[in-house]
């Protein structure tokens, strides 16, 4: 019984991360068709921006619960600067392009990042553990469990209620699932699907860097944590379906839980069960489980 509780509670964790860290990526995807390597690049600034502003901020002896305030803070400036930056400098030259071109493009800009956040912070490890611990732990059935990762979930929660409640509950995101759905009858109709695309790369890069700077605190922040965010990133949408908010949830649950019971009863199997979950999902369903469907033109 404790078992089943623990690879609940624990799938539940990873899930409600995942989701953070993917949210950003299919929602430029469903509205761009982009799909941006460089989030995991925002990833990583965002940890990285979040651990040196936390430290600097306990160092100066302010009061402790404010940096809950400084990890969203430090993640919202970095990815509006780093996503105004490369949608305006780069991706605005080359929309219309084909799909494979703009991986090749974003991934570029990953590399370029990486080598920004050595040049930046150098390659020693930053941590910032203050936020994890400053919450203290509670007991489930006898299991102790970091408070923080509770609030993890509570906050994924969140985000993907804003995300739905934006493009569903409010007229820009009316206009934004029309420009999803036709972008040259959109523009017929006088939307500035320029200015969709930015505003969008702007929030999902925000998005991505808000999941790092709410990882900082778990993790040891090093170069090369983007590689591994944006790998799981893109399984998650791709056995949800690239593009669907409600996909990119349910392959983070999916996700979440087969690698916490993988973890609990085979750990050996940790590593790649995940890859195959996605292998096995698009075996039977090619374009994700939640794909947007297609418009036909005639």
Do not use: C
Request: hydrophobic residues 60%; aromatic residues 12%; charged residues 10%.
């Amino acid at each position: 019984m404790l078992k089943l509780v623990a690879i609940f509670i624990d799938g539940l964790v990873y899930a409600s991360w995942l989701f953070m860290v993917s949210v950003g990526l299919t929602l430029i995807y469903g509205v761009m068709k982009i799909l941006n390597i460089a989030h995991g690049s925002l990833f990583a600034l965002g940890a990285y921006a979040a651990a040196s502003l936390v430290g600097a901020y306990f160092a100066s002896g302010l009061p402790p619960a404010g940096s809950y305030v400084v990890l969203p803070v430090a993640a919202v400036i970095v990815g509006a600067f780093f996503g105004l930056l490369i949608e305006r400098g780069i991706l605005r030259f080359m929309y219309g392009r084909d799909e494979v071109l703009m991986v090749l493009v974003t991934y570029a800009v990953f590399l370029v990042l990486e080598d920004v956040i050595k040049l930046v912070w150098g390659v020693d490890p930053y941590f910032t553990a203050q936020p994890y611990g400053l919450l203290g732990t509670i007991d489930v059935l006898g299991l102790p469990y970091a408070v923080y990762d509770f609030a993890l979930i509570a906050i994924a929660l969140a985000l993907g209620a804003a995300v739905w409640w934006g493009l569903n509950r409010t007229g820009r995101g009316k206009l934004l699932v029309a420009v999803i759905h036709d972008r040259e009858m959109s523009r017929a109709m006088g939307i500035n699907v320029t200015a969709m695309f930015l505003v969008t790369f702007i929030i999902g890069s925000m998005l991505g860097a808000i999941g790092g700077a709410l990882t900082a605190p778990k993790i040891s922040v090093v170069p090369g944590i983007g590689v591994e965010v944006i790998v799981l990133a893109f399984a998650v949408v791709v056995i949800g379906g690239l593009g669907s908010i409600g996909g990119a949830a349910v392959g983070a649950l999916v996700a979440g839980f087969v690698r916490a019971a993988t973890v609990h009863l085979y750990p050996e199997a940790e590593l790649f069960v995940i890859y195959g979950v996605m292998a096995l999902v698009l075996a039977v369903w090619p374009h994700g489980l939640f794909a947007q469907a297609e418009a036909r033109k005639i």
